[in-house]
């Protein structure tokens, strides 16, 4: 394996697949795909469809890593992003994240978030793709593709939105710190740049 990609395959504190909870939904996934794509998209669609944005359902409750989104069983775009790393590397795939700077609202008037999405590597395409696990709604309609990016929110440059399209094989420090600190979801805070 390529000494780029491994970095894209180690365990990290929130990346932790070595997790039983983590391994036993790798194992699930595993028996229901028949090849690394198949497991691939149905990992992508666990994460998207069967783990709530904690925003969506204003959770009480806040995962700070890929196992906690498991156990809770929601997470916000951060952590799903985790998990979905975590069962992508625990099964040999390269996985990484990659950051959107969106409005909260419709105008950027409302402030600033920070957006996590995945980054996969196909490895029989031999290239890397984008893939939103946030979860869909009404205004959201993310969807597995190999060709085209079908993300959650396209960024809007009126608004001085960014699509940062970088690849990072750990979530950002900055974010793991304000996921240690908070303990209510509603009360996240990302007004700044991560570049």
Not at 86 to 109: E, M
Not at 115 to 126: F, G, S
Request: glycine share 4%; proline share 4%; net charge negative.
């Amino acid at each position: 394996m390529n000494e780029n990609l491994n970095k894209y395959l180690k365990e990290t504190p929130s990346i932790n697949f070595s997790h039983p909870l983590i391994e036993a939904k790798i194992k699930e996934l595993r028996e229901k795909s028949d090849s690394q794509i198949d497991y691939i998209k149905n990992a992508y669609e666990f994460v998207r469809d069967e783990i709530p944005h904690s925003w969506d359902i204003k959770a009480k409750v806040v995962s700070k890593n890929a196992a906690e989104v498991l156990e809770n069983g929601t997470g916000i775009c951060w952590t799903k992003s985790c998990l979905l790393s975590a069962l992508l590397r625990g099964n040999g795939i390269p996985a990484g994240i990659s950051y959107q700077k969106l409005t909260r609202g419709d105008v950027n008037s409302d402030g600033y978030i920070i957006h996590a999405l995945n980054t996969v590597y196909i490895p029989e395409l031999q290239k890397w793709i984008r893939l939103d696990a946030r979860g869909n709604k009404a205004t959201v309609h993310a969807q597995f593709s190999l060709e085209e990016e079908k993300i959650a929110f396209p960024v809007r440059e009126q608004y001085a939105e960014i699509d940062y399209r970088d690849n990072n094989p750990d979530l950002d420090e900055r974010l793991i710190k304000i996921l240690k600190e908070v303990d209510v979801v509603m009360n996240i805070r990302t007004d700044f740049e991560l570049k």
